[in-house]
DNA sequence: CGAACGCTTGAGCAAATTCAAGTGCGGTGG
DNA sequence: CCACCGCACTTGAATTTGCTCAAGCGTTCG
C-alpha cells in the first residue's frame, strides 16, 4: 500500500521558454493585491522573487490560503475567464506576467503547469482534512525546505498568521507547534522567520 | 468583500465533443479501482452514470477524498505522466474513456477541464480547512444537490465514511450532523442514501 | 521613549474524536 | 414468508485536540 509522495515531485517551476508576451518584471510591495476574486482572469505570474499568497474568504472572515507561490513558479490559473480568488504580495515581491493560452489549442507547458497545481492542491487537502497539528507544521517546513533549495536553513517569508490560515490552524497553534518542535530539538528558529531544520529524520516522521 | 461564490458556477461537465480516441463504456463494480496511485497516466475518463471517488492514503490507513465524479463529469487529470491518487466506482459505475492530449498543443477543451477542477480542489480546501462539521455537511448537501440538476431530492451513491473521508469529519460526525439537520426539519431522509432539503435556505445559511 | 505589531505562552473551554453499545435495513436461507 | 445475520448507520459517554480569551514579551519604528 502506498506511501504519500513527497511534495518535491511535483514543482510548480517552469522555464518561461515559449511563453507569450511576457512583460517586464513588476513589483508589489509586502501586503498589495495582484488580482482580487471576481476579476477577469487573462494573465499569468511568475514570481521572480518573494512569495504570494492565494486565498479566499467566508463572509465572516475566515481565511483560507490555497496555495503559496515562490521564486520560479508559475499561478494565475482560473477557470471560466475570471478569478475566483485573492492573490496577494507575502512580501516584497517581483513578477513577471506573460498572457494566458486563447483560442482552440493551449501551449502543453500551461496544461502542464495547472495539472501540477491541481495535484499540488489535492495533497494539501489531504494535509488539511487528515493530519493534526504537528503533522500539519512539519509537512509544511519540510515543503517549505523542499521548495527553497532543499537546504537545512531557510526563510519563511509568511507570518504565523499566513501559515495558520494556509493549514487550517490558528495563529496560536502553529506557534506552539513551532515551539514544541524546537523545545524537541527537531528544530531551531534563528530568528522568527528563519528555521534550521535540526533533525530532518525526526521532522519526516512527524510529517505523516 | 467577497461572498464565496457557488459551486455551482464551476460545474466540470463536457460535451464528450472534439475529444480523441473515445472507448466504449466500461462497466466497474461498487468498490472497484480505476487506477492505483503510481500508475502511468494515460487516459481520462468520463461518467455516463454511477459515482466515482478521488483519494489518497496515508501510512496508517487515513484516507482524504479530494473529489467525488458524478454522471457527466471526467477526471482522471494528473501531473508528470503518472497518477498521484486512486480512483474507485464508489456505486455500479459507468466509464468512457478517452486519450489524453499529448504533443506540443492541447486541446482548450482539456486546460478548462483542468482548471475547474484546480477552482474545486482550492474551493473544498476552503471547507475543509475553514467550516465547522454542520458547515461542510451542509456545503456537500448543497454541492450533490446542485450537481444532480438542483432537485430537492436526490440519491447520494456514498457511504457515512465516504462523506467523513471526503469532508474531513469521521462517520459519527456526519450521522450525528445530519441526524441534527433532520431532528431540526432542515432535511428529510427519506432513506439512508436519499436525502430531501427540505429547507433550502436555511442549509445555505448554514453552509457558511 | 513609547506605541504598535507580531509572536508566545497559559488557562479554560468547546468541538469533534474515540470508544462502546445499540438499531435498523437489506439480503439470505430455512 | 418470515427469521436471522451482517453491515452500515446511529447514539451516547468520556476524552482529546485545538480554539478562545487573555496576558506578556520583544522588536521595530515613529
New binding site residues.
Given amino acids: 500500500m502506498p506511501a504519500t509522495a513527497p511534495l518535491s515531485t511535483i514543482r510548480s517551476e517552469v522555464a518561461p521558454g515559449r511563453l507569450a508576451d511576457v512583460q517586464p518584471p513588476v513589483f508589489h510591495a509586502a501586503g498589495k493585491e495582484i488580482y482580487a476574486q471576481g476579476e477577469p482572469a487573462d494573465r499569468l505570474y511568475r514570481v521572480e522573487f518573494g512569495a504570494v499568497r492565494i486565498y479566499r474568504l467566508l463572509a465572516d472572515g475566515r481565511r483560507q490560503i490555497s496555495a503559496f507561490y515562490l521564486p520560479g513558479e508559475v499561478f494565475g490559473f482560473e477557470a471560466d475567464g475570471s478569478h475566483h480568488f485573492f492573490a496577494e504580495a507575502v512580501c516584497a515581491t517581483g513578477l513577471r506576467s506573460f498572457a494566458r493560452a486563447s483560442g482552440d489549442e493551449a501551449p502543453r507547458e500551461h496544461l502542464d503547469m495547472a495539472l501540477r497545481c491541481l495535484v499540488r492542491a489535492q495533497e494539501h487537502l489531504l494535509v488539511v482534512g487528515r493530519q493534526?497539528?504537528?503533522e500539519r507544521i512539519a509537512a509544511f517546513l519540510l515543503d517549505m525546505a523542499d521548495r527553497q533549495g532543499g537546504l537545512e536553513q531557510f526563510d519563511i517569508a509568511m507570518?504565523?498568521?499566513d501559515i495558520g490560515d494556509y493549514l487550517?490552524?490558528?495563529?496560536?497553534?502553529?506557534?506552539?507547534v513551532?515551539?514544541r518542535l524546537r523545545a524537541e530539538g527537531v528544530i531551531r528558529?534563528v530568528s522568527?522567520?528563519t528555521v534550521e531544520i535540526v533533525k530532518p529524520r525526526a521532522l519526516r516522521a512527524l510529517s505523516a
Fill in positions: 493534526n497539528a504537528v507570518s504565523r498568521s487550517g490552524l490558528t495563529i496560536e497553534t502553529v506557534s506552539r513551532l515551539s528558529l522568527l522567520r
